[in-house]
């Protein structure tokens, strides 16, 4: 195993005794579907929850005082960075899967309006597009200020979600979303968009931290 994946694990087993936590936080969006009919918007705004959360590493190593034990630990702090992405990124993605799970099933045993398949497709994309913006812009400044000092980085993903659903509303970008002409061309660009995102934000990552001692 290497280093990175070995702190992602370490990222895990601090996350563990707050599983449940998270857990209640990722059921408040599944009340979305039901008033709005839509999974494109439910599953946006269950991103903006889930990117709330990413704060919770930090505040958990601060709390306990870790700075000093991740000193010790025979890993650069590259990999301490890489490990904590992985880590967040890889909560983030799979706490979508099962938005969009749940959501669907809730529109179509609930409200009687089941997602077309373009849309399922289609919601999934800006899901994760959308939480990979709000992570990828959170986690440098909790790396440059730490999660007390940083809080006002947690609304980055509420201010977010409240500039996409007026641009929806105003602008049609959500019709426009759906109407993808080429799903295989369309997840190719948001992958390989997150991808740049997330590399460019681990990037001032791993400077902040050399630069901090973080």
């Not at 039901?34 to 839509?38: D, L």
């Not at 409240?162 to 659903?165: I, N, R, T």
């Not at 990552?205 to 973080?214: A, E, L, W």
């Given at each position: 195993?290497n280093?990175a994946?070995k702190?992602m694990?370490?990222?895990?087993m601090l996350?563990?005794p707050y599983?449940?936590?998270?857990?209640l936080?990722?059921?408040v969006?599944?009340?979305?579907p039901?008033?709005?009919?839509?999974l494109l918007?439910g599953l946006?705004?269950?991103v903006?929850?889930?990117a709330?959360?990413?704060?919770?590493t930090f505040s958990?190593s601060e709390?306990n005082g870790?700075?000093?034990?991740?000193?010790?630990?025979p890993?650069?702090?590259g990999?301490?960075?890489a490990g904590?992405?992985l880590?967040?990124?890889?909560i983030g993605?799979l706490?979508?899967?099962?938005?969009t799970?749940?959501q669907?099933?809730?529109?179509?045993?609930?409200?009687?309006?089941?997602?077309s398949?373009?849309?399922l497709?289609s919601?999934?994309?800006l899901?994760m597009?959308?939480?990979?913006?709000?992570?990828?812009?959170?986690?440098?400044?909790y790396?440059k200020y730490g999660?007390?000092?940083g809080k006002?980085?947690m609304?980055?993903?509420t201010?977010g979600f409240?500039?996409?659903?007026y641009?929806?509303?105003k602008?049609?970008i959500?019709?426009?979303?759906q109407?993808?002409s080429?799903?295989?061309?369309?997840a190719g660009?948001?992958?390989?968009?997150?991808?740049?995102?997330i590399?460019?934000?681990a990037?001032f990552?791993?400077?902040?931290?050399?630069?901090?001692?973080?």
């Open positions: 195993m280093p994946m702190c694990k370490l990222d895990f996350l563990k599983v449940k936590s998270v857990l936080v990722l059921l969006p599944l009340m979305f039901f008033f709005t009919g839509s918007e946006s705004f269950g903006t929850v889930t709330m959360t990413t704060a919770y958990i709390k870790m700075e000093r034990f991740y000193g010790f630990l890993v650069g702090r990999s301490l960075v904590r992405y880590a967040v990124f890889g993605y706490a979508l899967l099962l938005e799970a749940l669907s099933a809730i529109l179509l045993w609930a409200v009687k309006s089941p997602p398949g373009g849309e497709l919601s999934l994309l899901g597009l959308l939480f990979t913006i709000y992570a990828g812009v959170q986690l440098p400044g790396y999660s007390i000092r006002i980085f609304f980055i993903p201010v409240l500039v996409f659903y641009l929806a509303g602008l049609g959500g019709e426009a979303w109407l993808l080429r799903p295989a061309a369309a660009c948001v992958l390989a968009l997150s991808a740049c995102i590399g460019i934000s990037a990552s791993i400077r902040i931290v050399n630069k901090t001692g973080r």
